[in-house]
Nanobody, 119 residues
Framework: VQLQASGGGLVQPGGSLRLSCAAS????????MDWYRQAPGKERELVAT???????NYADSVKGRFTVSRDIAKNTLFLQMNSLVPEDTAVYYC??????????????WGQGTLVTVSS
């Protein structure tokens, strides 16, 4: 199973970006999917979570600005980021808890995509 994250880049404060994370490989289904980020010199932090049923949860710092969604048919996770501020600058990672068999799941990580918010 592989997770391929994309969509990062340089954006001005107040701008928007949309990140994607596509899962590929052999598996039964995908359970929870998350976005994390890690800023320079800081620990990795959870940004947003979406369950297989579509329930979402966000870090306080991004509530009202970021929206997480998923396309179950395409095994793809999204993060719409609006009203970006310099503090959002980080490498963004996706992960997914993948059901590999009836009784076994495993959490995979994507490779990260860099988001830089700067004028």
């Amino acid at each position: 199973v592989q997770l391929q994250a994309s969509g990062g880049g340089l954006v001005q404060p107040g701008g928007s970006l949309r990140l994607s994370c596509a899962a590929s490989g052999r598996f039964l289904s995908i359970n929870d999917m998350d976005w994390y980020r890690q800023a320079p010199g800081k620990e990795r932090e959870l940004v947003a979570t979406i369950t297989s049923g579509g329930s979402t949860n966000y870090a306080d710092s991004v509530k009202g600005r970021f929206t997480v969604s998923r396309d179950i048919a395409k095994n793809t996770l999204f993060l719409q980021m609006n009203s970006l501020v310099p503090e959002d600058t980080a490498v963004y990672y996706c992960n997914a808890r993948v059901q590999l068999s009836t009784y076994y799941d495993y959490t995979y990580w994507g490779q990260g995509t860099l988001v830089t918010v700067s004028s």
